[in-house]
């Protein structure tokens, strides 16, 4: 077997029959190469954990916004019956002061609201007109 060494790289190269192999030497890392893979690793430390805090906060962000959608819906639904309430209320008000029948008056303001708004006017302006 016949091996020899690099003087230049300290790599070690030999041969066993016909196999020719080559071993490298790592080359051992100075005290400035291991600060700064210290301080590498710190730095990758932060970032995962600054990457954690960030999902945190999205997924706080995304169940408050969740949360209002489900508020704003709600206050539509409760706002758009308060608004039909009162405007079966008008109509109902409309109609006692007309001598027309104003439960009748107050569900066709509720149900039929822009219709029945249109219909209130024209009443109203026949009845003017008289």
Same mark, same amino acid.
């Given at each position: ?16 029959? @016909? ?56 206050? @539509? ?54």
């Amino acid at each position: 077997m016949e091996a020899f060494k690099s003087q230049q790289m300290g790599n070690f190269r030999g041969k066993i029959g @016909d196999v020719v192999f080559w071993v490298s030497e790592q080359p051992v890392p100075s005290a400035e190469t291991e600060s700064r893979i210290k301080e590498l690793e710190s730095q990758v430390s932060a970032l995962q954990s600054e990457v954690w805090e960030l999902r945190t906060e999205i997924a706080t962000l995304r169940s408050n916004v969740s949360s209002l959608e489900n508020n704003f819906r709600n206050f @539509d639904h409760g706002f758009s019956a308060s608004i039909l309430f009162l405007v079966g209320s008008f109509c109902a008000l409309w109609a006692q002061n007309t001598r027309r029948n104003p439960w009748l008056w107050f569900f066709f303001g509720m149900l039929l609201s822009p219709i029945s708004l249109l219909v209130l006017l024209t009443k109203n302006s026949a009845d003017q007109r008289r």
